[in-house]
């Protein structure tokens, strides 16, 4: 350490001490040097490091990533919501699908616009994706698939008020957009215009939420496996395993005490089915969203990010709950 650090150039120093007698030494000024530290005694067996040292890092802890209190709370509302508007008012379970459809259309749209600039036109989406619910709703499978092919013909010809550059890309993301979120939308409410309409659509929903919590529950104790470390490393086969067994056996006590005429077994390959395919659409949105480089498709639900990251296991499901419902117990 030099000495102006304390208060006194060298320069001046050496001055003063060229002015002094011989023999006699001139006392300079200095700040005391700070006290010595104390000794510090090893710490005793057993008892861990001293207060200087570092402490051992924590052990690692699987994580679930998310808020769960929020997703929790969240995940309760709207299934409050979803479950008084299905057995009180058909219309307005209805309406509130409609309103799950346009906002998710949004938030896929939007993404595409930012992240790779790809301009699907949203307003013929939004209104094809209203008919398509409606149509589906009172006309069934066709009535949805004409409204279908109504709302890309109408993305076909409002994608021509732009200049012609990328117009094949646009109308393909936004053909594709209409088929995956409102046109996989309608069996959910075909499901509902069942006489047992209410109880088939509360089967869907139980299957895939337990699907879903079986993979969590399974994958966050046991998962060690990955299952498509490319599309999805949370993912493990073992969770995979989870979403199957809950949902089966959640399929098999559905179908034999709540649908009318359904039997166990049916159940069983309900729930694998269901399983299976909310799966697939898990990764698949996994899919897309590592294609547009995000985490979650939107920020409108708290601890569950947008209406898309809800939706991604609901729609691939709903023609498969669908199809096999009526092919195990009938139309209703």
């Given at each position: 350490?030099?000495?102006s650090?304390?208060?006194?150039s060298?320069r001046?120093g050496?001055a003063?001490?060229?002015a002094?007698e011989?023999g006699?030494?001139r006392?300079i000024?200095?700040?005391p040097?700070?006290?010595?530290?104390p000794p510090?005694?090893p710490?005793?067996?057993?008892?861990?490091p001293?207060?200087?040292s570092e402490?051992?890092?924590?052990p690692a802890k699987?994580s679930?990533?998310?808020?769960?209190r929020?997703a929790i709370?969240?995940g309760?509302?709207?299934?409050?919501?979803?479950?008084?508007?299905?057995?009180?008012v058909?219309a307005?379970?209805?309406?509130?699908?409609?309103v799950a459809?346009v906002?998710g259309?949004?938030?896929?749209?939007?993404?595409?616009a930012?992240?790779?600039?790809i301009?699907?036109?949203?307003?013929?989406?939004?209104?094809?994706?209203t008919a398509?619910v409606?149509?589906?709703?009172?006309?069934g499978?066709d009535?949805?698939?004409?409204a279908?092919a109504?709302t890309a013909?109408?993305?076909?010809v409002?994608?021509m008020?732009?200049?012609p550059?990328?117009?094949l890309?646009d109308v393909?993301?936004?053909v594709?957009a209409?088929?995956?979120v409102p046109f996989?939308a309608?069996f959910?409410?075909?499901?509902?215009?069942a006489?047992?309409g209410?109880r088939?659509v509360l089967?869907?929903?139980?299957?895939?939420v337990?699907?879903?919590t079986?993979?969590?529950?399974v994958?966050?104790?046991?998962g060690?496996h990955?299952l498509?470390?490319?599309?999805?490393?949370g993912?493990?086969?073992e969770g995979?395993f989870g979403?199957i067994?809950?949902a089966m056996?959640a399929?098999a006590l559905?179908m034999?005490?709540?649908v009318?005429?359904?039997?166990?077994?049916?159940?069983?390959l309900?729930?694998l089915?269901?399983?299976?395919?909310a799966?697939?659409?898990?990764l698949g949105e996994?899919?897309i969203k590592r294609?547009?480089?995000?985490?979650d498709?939107?920020?409108?639900l708290?601890?569950?990010g947008?209406?898309?990251?809800r939706?991604?296991?609901?729609?691939p499901?709903a023609p498969v709950?669908?199809?096999?419902?009526?092919?195990?117990?009938g139309?209703?």
């Amino acid at each position: 350490m030099n000495d102006s650090s304390w208060g006194v150039s060298p320069r001046a120093g050496h001055a003063a001490g060229s002015a002094t007698e011989p023999g006699v030494r001139r006392k300079i000024s200095t700040m005391p040097p700070p006290p010595p530290s104390p000794p510090q005694d090893p710490p005793p067996p057993g008892r861990g490091p001293g207060p200087g040292s570092e402490p051992p890092a924590a052990p690692a802890k699987k994580s679930a990533g998310r808020d769960l209190r929020a997703a929790i709370g969240v995940g309760v509302g709207l299934g409050a919501v979803v479950v008084a508007a299905l057995f009180v008012v058909k219309a307005v379970f209805v309406g509130i699908v409609v309103v799950a459809v346009v906002i998710g259309l949004w938030e896929l749209t939007s993404r595409l616009a930012e992240r790779k600039q790809i301009q699907a036109p949203l307003i013929p989406l939004a209104i094809g994706g209203t008919a398509m619910v409606i149509a589906g709703y009172l006309k069934g499978a066709d009535g949805a698939w004409i409204a279908m092919a109504l709302t890309a013909l109408a993305v076909l010809v409002w994608r021509m008020a732009q200049p012609p550059e990328d117009y094949l890309r646009d109308v393909t993301a936004a053909v594709f957009a209409a088929f995956y979120v409102p046109f996989l939308a309608t069996f959910v409410v075909m499901m509902l215009a069942a006489d047992d309409g209410p109880r088939r659509v509360l089967v869907f929903l139980l299957l895939t939420v337990i699907s879903d919590t079986g993979a969590y529950a399974v994958g966050w104790r046991f998962g060690s496996h990955k299952l498509a470390p490319r599309i999805s490393p949370g993912k493990t086969r073992e969770g995979l395993f989870g979403a199957i067994s809950f949902a089966m056996v959640a399929g098999a006590l559905l179908m034999q005490f709540f649908v009318d005429d359904g039997r166990w077994w049916q159940g069983l390959l309900l729930g694998l089915a269901a399983a299976v395919s909310a799966t697939l659409g898990d990764l698949g949105e996994s899919m897309i969203k590592r294609d547009l480089g995000i985490k979650d498709m939107g920020t409108l639900l708290p601890g569950h990010g947008g209406i898309m990251d809800r939706l991604d296991s609901l729609l691939p499901t709903a023609p498969v709950v669908w199809l096999l419902l009526v092919a195990f117990v009938g139309q209703g």
